[in-house]
């Protein structure tokens, strides 16, 4: 089993930044990638950004390109989510995944077995 656990979502205003981090903790050493999903009120959950679980490989979405990165501390079992120029529309609450298939680039949720909570990221116009 992998257990994840996100933090630092919050409310913040158009244009600001919020980072995302993302604790893996348990059998570690089976998991092939990490990501990020997020889902809005009323629509389905959707891929944000993934990383593989060395770093060396990053996906985006194509909405967050250049504004929001992945990036993973190996020593802490740490993923983050820098997210920049936030905008109204990635109001959403935000879950980290944890992957031990090696489709996990595949950026759909059915290819992540590991879930966190979600934490809730609201940006006001």
């Known amino acids: 089993q992998v257990q994840v656990v996100e933090s630092g979502g919050g409310l913040v205003q158009a244009g600001g930044s919020l980072r995302l981090s993302c604790a893996a903790s348990g059998r570690t050493l089976s998991v092939y990638g990490m990501g990020w999903f997020r889902q809005a009120p009323g629509k389905e959950r959707e891929f944000v950004a993934a990383?593989?679980?060395?770093?060396?490989?990053?996906l985006y979405e194509d909405s967050v390109k250049g504004r929001f990165t992945i990036s993973r501390d190996n020593a802490a079992n740490t993923v983050y989510l820098q997210m920049n120029s936030l905008k109204p529309d990635d109001t959403a609450v935000y879950y980290c995944?944890?992957?031990?298939?090696?489709?996990?680039?595949?950026?759909?949720?059915?290819?992540?077995?590991?879930w966190g909570q979600g934490t809730q990221v609201t940006v006001s116009s």
């Open positions: 995944a944890a992957s031990s298939g090696s489709s996990w680039f595949r950026k759909r949720p059915v290819d992540y077995n590991y």
């Open positions: 990383i593989s679980w060395r770093g060396t490989t990053t």
